[in-house]
């Protein structure tokens, strides 16, 4: 087992628990996706813990580029994010698992013996929530950059001259953005944005 | 304000929310240890009652925070305003380098609470007489130093004892805004914090 995570204590508990099964062994740790990576090539794990928000390389990024070179590598995340948008881009990049910190240990071991056994190992909730995601449409890139301007307080006349365009044409893509978030105003745009992991903090 | 919002936010899933997942993480991981060896169980129990300290501390700050930090108040000012409270009988010796200009708020807040902790542990840990609060603006770069004449501790000794515990957040949230934390410590001869942090010029 490999456990990546950014967050020291958090990651030394949970090597501390797999350690103590007799049926797996934690190899190595990482704190980031890059170092992770590096890792994985020395140790080649069976199952890799991946969070998800980390410095240097996010954990997406990292189970991509693991997955590249390695098409067997398993993944489970562990994150404390449980927006849809991160989900699916945590499924899509290839992790057969999901689950949400201050998960029980029983959970923990049940998800990384049923990953190794070659299945998914998706709770209840979260799968809700990926199905909710596959079903709406996704904000394309333009909308994105708005919606992060948005975030750190930017006007439209702001959005515009950063993003070297008119403000009648921010304006259109802030229509777009809470259409397609079914908000009523800014402000919930970026809450419900939050919320399904569209944008983060 | 859409921004303070955000901000808050930030704050909670940084530190709380972090420490939450920490301390159940380590709870768990006791529980399992529990009745095949007591004294591991032990540990991360500690650990556990640490971090929920810490926590707390966090959150207490948080809401001096809210009271204290006023929209446009630069980071020197601020700054300098809790060492005072936190330094509050003791010599403090307070310092700005370079030239003051605004930075990301997030930087600022980490530095903040950097700072924060490394004065907490010197009054507290180190009984330091005398504080040095320095911060510098480079060109290119933000340094940050807390020096005290307090008891200094081993670094090597006791990694779970609170002031170590605490040094391994500021270390963390050093790097969480792309800096470095150095610690320069002697038993008897006080302890010095450095972070130096790049800064964009264009922020």
């Known amino acids: 087992m490999l456990v990546v995570d950014d967050h020291a204590i958090l990651r030394s508990g949970v090597a501390a628990m797999i350690d103590r099964q007799t049926d797996m062994v934690m190899v190595a740790e990482a704190g980031d996706g890059r170092q992770a990576i590096e890792l994985f090539r020395q140790y080649k794990p069976d199952v890799t813990l991946m969070d998800l928000v980390m410095p240097v390389m996010d954990g997406v990024e990292a189970i991509r580029a693991i997955r590249r070179e390695f098409p067997q590598s398993r993944f489970i995340v562990l994150t404390t994010f449980d927006g849809d948008e991160d989900i699916y881009r945590a499924i899509q990049a290839g992790a057969q698992g999901y689950l949400l910190k201050g998960m029980k240990r029983e959970e923990l071991f049940e998800a990384i013996k049923a990953v190794h056994a070659g299945s998914r190992y998706i709770p209840t909730v979260v799968a809700r929530s990926l199905d909710a995601r596959r079903t709406s449409p996704g904000l394309t890139r333009r909308e994105l950059e708005v919606l992060k301007l948005i975030m750190d307080g930017k006007s439209n006349r702001e959005i515009a001259g950063a993003l070297s365009t008119t403000e009648g044409t921010v304006k259109s893509y802030v229509v777009n953005i809470l259409n397609k978030l079914d908000a009523n105003d800014r402000t919930q745009a970026v809450t419900i944005a939050l919320k399904r992991g569209i944008v983060h903090l | ?203």
């Open chain 2, 1 to 203: 304000m859409l921004s303070e919002r955000i901000r808050i936010a930030r704050e909670i899933h940084d530190t709380l929310a972090q420490g939450f997942a920490g301390i159940s993480t380590q709870l768990e991981a006791g529980k399992e240890a529990l009745f095949s060896s007591p004294h591991v169980a032990h540990e991360h129990l500690n650990l556990a009652n640490l971090l929920a300290r810490s926590c707390l501390e966090e959150a207490r700050q948080y809401v001096w925070d809210l009271r204290h930090h006023v929209e446009g108040d630069d980071l020197a000012s601020v700054l300098a305003s809790m060492s005072r409270k936190l330094a509050a009988g003791l010599l403090l010796d307070f310092k700005v380098l370079g030239y003051p200009r605004p930075i990301s708020e997030t930087v600022e807040s980490n530095l903040l609470r950097i700072a924060q902790e490394a004065i907490i542990n010197a009054v507290k840990h180190a009984h330091a007489r005398r504080i040095q609060v320095e911060i510098c603006y480079g060109s290119q770069s933000l340094r940050l130093c807390v020096r005290d004449d307090g008891c200094g501790f081993d670094p090597q000794r006791a990694p779970a004892a609170e002031g170590h515990f605490g040094l391994l957040g500021m270390s963390e949230r050093a790097k969480s805004i792309g800096g470095l934390l150095r610690l320069q410590t002697t038993l008897g001869k006080g302890t010095e914090i450095i972070v130096e942090v790049p800064v964009d010029n264009k922020l």
